[in-house]
C-alpha cells in the first residue's frame, strides 16, 4: 500500500473514531457564538423565549438524568459483586485516598490564590438576591452535616430516588423579640432529587452482600450485570445527541446572562482566581499526582476524554456526564469493575473544583467586607470547604447551598452569596468540568495500581483453559 493511501486510511479512521467527540467540542462553542450574537443583536428576551431556546438542551439533560440511578445502583453493586472483599476494599481504599488527596491539594491551592491575589479589596459588586439565595441562607452548618449522614443512611430506598432529607428552619413569628436562626423551629422535610449518597450506600452494602453469598447471589449478580450493561447501550444511543443538546444549553445560559460587561467589571479578579485555580489543579496538581502513580503524563487520557468533558461544560452536572464517562473509559480498556465502582463513587464525593471554588469565595467575601481572618479561620474554611464539597451532589450549582456553610466558618451572613451569583453559573460549569476530568483521571490511576491485584483474582476464578489467555491479554490501559 502507498504512502498516500495509508495517510488516507489513517485519516479516515480517526474520523470515524473521534466524529461525535469533534462534533460535540464545535456544539459547546457554536452554542456560545450564537448566544452572543442572539445577545447582541437582538432585544431582552423574555423567560419564556429563553426557555424555548433551551428546550432541545433540556430533553438531553433529562435522557441522561433518567440513566443515573440504575445505572449508579447496578454498577457499583455489580462491580463489587464481582470480587471478594478484600479486592473491593483495596480499590476502594486507593479511590478514597486519591479523592481526599485531591480535594486537600485543591482547597490548600485556592486559599494560597486568593490570598495572594486578593480578589476581594477593592472590588465593587452589584449585589442580587433571589429566591435560591434566600431558601440557601436559611440553614444552619450543624444541621447540613447531619443532614449529609442521614441521607446516606436511608430510611427508603425507593423515596431516595427521587428526594434527599433536608432539615428546614422557620422563625416562629409570635415569640418577640427576634431569636437567633439557632433558636428557630425546625422540621423535616424532602427536597426532590436523588438521594445519591444514601443510593451508594446501599449499593455499596447490597453487593458486598452479593459477594458473600457466592453461588447463591449469583443470580442477583447477573441481574444487576445485565442492568448495567443495558444502561450502557441506552448510553451510547443518547450521547448522539449530545452535541446538539450542548449547544443550546450554552446558547441559552449566554443569552440569560446580564450585562456582561458589569459583570466582568465587579467579579472580574474574582473571576480570574477562580479560574487559575481549576486550571492549575486540572492540569498540575492532579497531572503530578497521576504521574507519580502510573508514571505517565495524563494529557494523552485528557485528550481522549474531550467529548465527556465538553458534556460536563454543557450540561453543568458531574451525575448526568457519568454515563458518558463510563462509556469513554470502557473504550479506553479500562477494566469495568473499577470504573463502575471509583466512577459513580467520584459523581458523589469527589468534587475538587467545588472545594476549590468555596474557599476562594469564601476569603474573597471576607476580604469585600474587609474582615480579618486568621491562619486558625483559613484552616477552619480548609476542613469546612472539604466538607462542603462531598455534601453537594453532583447537580447544577449544588455548592451554592453548601457555602452557606464555609461562609459560616469565616462569620459572614449566609446571605453574602448574593455577591457571587452573577457568575456562579459559568464557574461552575467549569469546575463540573475539572471534577470530572479528575474523576476520569483517578479511575485510570486506580485501575493501573489495581492491575496485578485485578489479574490474581481472574487467575483464582478461572477455569484452567482460560489461564494462557488471562496471561497473555490482562487487562491494559490503551494509550
Known sequence: MT?????????????????????????????????????????????????????????????????????????????????????SSKIATRAITYYFVTTISAVILGICLVTSIRPGQGAKIIETRTETIDKASKVLTPDTLMDL?????????????????????????????????????????????????????????????????????????????TLSEAMMTITSWVIWISPLGVGFLIAAKIIEMESIAATIQSLGWYFITVMIGL????????????????????????????????????????????PLTIKCLDNMGIDPRVTRFVIPVGATINMDGTALYEAVAALFIAQYR??????????????????????????????????????DTVGLEPKDVSLIIAVDWLLDRFRTTIN????????????????????SVDRLNAEPHELLELGTNGHEMKE
Open 3 to 87: 504512502r498516500p493511501k495509508q495517510d488516507a486510511n489513517k485519516f479516515k479512521s480517526f474520523m470515524q473514531e473521534n466524529v461525535l467527540t469533534m462534533a460535540t467540542v464545535i456544539g459547546v462553542f457554536v452554542g456560545g457564538l450564537v448566544g452572543f450574537i442572539i445577545k447582541n443583536s437582538t432585544g431582552e428576551w423574555t423567560k419564556r423565549e429563553i426557555m424555548y431556546i433551551s428546550f432541545p438542551g433540556e430533553i438531553f439533560l433529562r435522557m441522561l438524568k433518567c440513566l443515573i440511578v440504575p445505572l449508579l445502583v447496578s454498577s457499583i453493586t455489580s462491580a463489587i459483586g464481582g470480587l471478594d472483599l478484600s479486592m
Open 149 to 225: 449522614v442521614r441521607n446516606m443512611f436511608t430510611d427508603n430506598i425507593i423515596q431516595s430516588t427521587m428526594f434527599q432529607h433536608r432539615t428546614e428552619i422557620f422563625e416562629n413569628t409570635s415569640i418577640s423579640p427576634a431569636q437567633p436562626m439557632e433558636n428557630w423551629e425546625f422540621k423535616a422535610a424532602q427536597r426532590e432529587g436523588s438521594n445519591v449518597l444514601g443510593l451508594v450506600m446501599f449499593s455499596v452494602i447490597l453487593g458486598t452482600t452479593i459477594g458473600r453469598m457466592r453461588e447463591k447471589g449469583q443470580l442477583l449478580q447477573d441481574f444487576f450485570t
Open 279 to 322: 486550571f492549575l489543579h486540572g492540569f498540575g496538581t492532579i497531572a503530578i499526582i497521576f504521574f507519580l502513580g502510573t508514571r505517565k503524563l495524563p494529557y494523552r487520557f485528557i485528550a481522549k476524554l474531550s467529548q465527556v468533558l465538553a458534556t460536563a461544560f454543557g450540561t453543568g452536572s458531574s451525575s448526568a456526564t457519568m
Open 370 to 407: 474587609e474582615m480579618s481572618y486568621s491562619f486558625g479561620t483559613i484552616v477552619a474554611v480548609s476542613i469546612t470547604a472539604t466538607a462542603a464539597s462531598i455534601g453537594a451532589a453532583g447537580i447544577p450549582q449544588a455548592g451554592l447551598v453548601t457555602m452557606v456553610m464555609v461562609l
Open 436 to 455: 470530572v476530568m479528575c474523576d476520569a483521571l483517578g479511575t485510570i490511576l486506580v485501575n493501573h495500581l489495581s492491575k496485578n491485584d485485578l489479574a
